[in-house]
């Protein structure tokens, strides 16, 4: 083997290349340390400045931090250099998804498995808020077990992306597996537009060719508009029956994600899967967070990325900050979540505001036209990261209440605010 390899930042081996595309090359690598195999994906920071997709590389990280789950592409931490920023991630040993269905179409209950897996994955995405937008077979990666892993967050879009009517404007995504309202450019759900392009695959798995392939781009966009496919021949009726749901033009009768795992063929050798399990898991009550005297790491020997604002050398506030109307903030806590939210609380109770809790792990603060979302996320059992949102509300009044008020208060349970050279 050519001995080309380099060590980064004294951690990772960097091997043969695995892809590349505008921005970013993907090389193999091995962490040092552990002997782990990794993908490392290194972004040319000055063409991303250029091409004006700061905004789209931070929201890939965000994504990649909101989203822990088995079937989703881990990112193992972030790292920068001038004029680099390096995403390690899990590495997909057995390839795309691709590949394996371009052999020709997969026996039923494999399709069923990698269908199963897609949705549980799609699903916790979507729970977080966040949509894929690109899913198609190419950015369906296998692990060395088999297991499906969705990547490429690249177009992703989050809940804030909507616009006032609730609906997503940007056209992206691969012809083939794009929803045609998507096409039709009037606005679309990011969610209902993911369940058309599951249903896309869906097909593509089984069958082993597109469900709407034209060499004419028109004639495609046509045939999605109307859902004009034929299930070949060897499709089980009940197959059939949950296509015509999932590949339904309307999106407003389109068959839900929680509709398609309760169907029968979609359940069945369903128990080895987990539709719910994530690595970072919002806040749960003490009883269930593990009460623990494990002493708090320090921030290079931690993996979770969303502190890497705590060390210089890693801080990509510089890069992202694109304006000063910055909404949100977010703070990393060595307490435990029961303490964050007491301390939540005695903010409330200072400012006279309500604090509700709307699921696990996630509370609102508001009073009057002022509405701050909080949600608290577990990255280990003795490390929590804290993200507030401002709803609603006048930017100037949020500005003064966080520095005032809500910083001063919480100044017990913060370990750091994140993009900020605050070190203890």
Same mark, same amino acid.
């Given at each position: 083997m050519e001995t080309k390899e380099k060590i980064l930042m004294k951690k990772y081996e960097v091997g043969r290349m695995l892809g590349q595309g505008s921005f970013a090359k993907v090389y193999?690598?091995? !962490?040092?340390?552990?002997? +782990?195999?990794?993908?490392?994906? $290194? #972004?040319?920071?000055? /063409? @991303?400045?250029?091409?004006?997709?700061? !905004? +789209? =590389? /931070?929201?890939?990280?965000?994504?990649?931090? %909101? @989203?822990?789950? +088995?079937?989703?592409?881990h990112l193992e931490e972030?790292?920068?250099? /001038? =004029?680099?920023?390096?995403?390690?991630?899990?590495?997909?040993?057995?390839?795309?998804?691709?590949? $394996? $269905?371009?052999?020709g179409r997969l026996k039923e209950n494999t399709a069923r498995k990698y269908f199963q897996q897609l949705i549980c994955a799609v699903n916790f995405c979507h729970s977080r808020g966040v949509y894929h937008r690109d899913l198609k077979p190419e950015n369906l990666l296998l692990d060395e077990n088999g297991e499906l892993k969705v990547s490429d967050f690249g177009l992703s879009a989050v809940r804030e992306s909507k616009r006032q009517d609730?609906?997503?404007? =940007?056209? *992206?995504?691969?012809?083939?597996?794009?929803?045609? &309202?998507? #096409?039709s450019?009037?606005?679309?759900?990011?969610?209902k537009a993911?369940?058309?392009? *599951?249903? $896309?695959?869906?097909?593509?798995? %089984?069958?082993?060719?597109?469900?709407?392939?034209?060499?004419n781009l028109m004639e495609m966009y046509r045939k999605i508009a109307k859902a004009d496919y034929k299930c070949p021949h060897w499709f089980p009726p009940q197959v059939r029956r949950l296509l015509s749901t999932i590949l339904d033009t309307n999106p407003n009768t389109r068959i839900s994600i929680a509709n398609i795992m309760e169907n029968p063929w979609f359940q069945k050798g369903l128990n080895s899967i987990n539709a719910g399990d994530?690595?970072?898991?919002?806040?749960?009550?003490?009883? =269930?967070?593990? +009460?623990? !005297?494990?002493?708090m790491a320090r921030p290079d020997n931690l993996n979770a990325f969303d502190i890497i604002s705590l060390s210089a050398g890693f801080d990509l506030s510089a890069l992202f900050v694109t304006n000063d109307h910055k909404d949100d903030i977010q703070f990393t806590s060595t307490s435990s979540a029961s303490s964050i939210v007491s301390k939540l609380e005695d903010v409330a109770r200072q400012?006279?505001? /309500?604090?509700?809790?709307?699921?696990?792990?996630?509370?609102?603060?508001? &009073?009057?036209?002022?509405?701050?979302?909080?949600? #608290?996320?577990?990255i280990s059992p003795s490390f929590h990261l804290v993200q507030m949102n401002k709803c609603s509300g006048d930017f100037i009044e949020y500005q003064h209440l966080l520095s005032q008020n809500i910083r001063p208060a919480l100044k017990e349970v913060v370990w750091s605010w994140l993009g900020e050279q605050q070190h203890h």
């Open positions: 193999y690598g091995r !962490n040092v340390g552990t002997g +782990q195999s990794v993908a490392i994906k $290194v #972004i040319d920071k000055g /063409k @991303v400045v250029k091409a004006g997709l700061m !905004n +789209q =590389t /931070k929201r890939e990280i965000s994504i990649m931090k %909101l @989203v822990r789950h +088995q079937n989703v592409m972030v790292m920068a250099t /001038k =004029t680099k920023i390096y995403f390690v991630m899990e590495y997909a040993k057995g390839g795309e998804l691709f590949k $394996v $269905v371009a052999k609730g609906l997503l404007h =940007t056209t *992206c995504g691969t012809p083939a597996y794009v929803a045609p &309202e998507i #096409i450019r009037k606005g679309y759900d990011g969610a993911d369940i058309w392009s *599951c249903g $896309v695959i869906l097909f593509v798995l %089984l069958a082993g060719y597109l469900p709407f392939h034209e060499r994530a690595v970072a898991k919002p806040f749960q009550s003490d009883d =269930t967070v593990a +009460q623990t !005297n494990v002493e400012l006279r505001f /309500k604090l509700t809790k709307k699921d696990q792990g996630s509370f609102r603060l508001e &009073e009057g036209t002022m509405s701050i979302d909080i949600e #608290i996320f577990q």
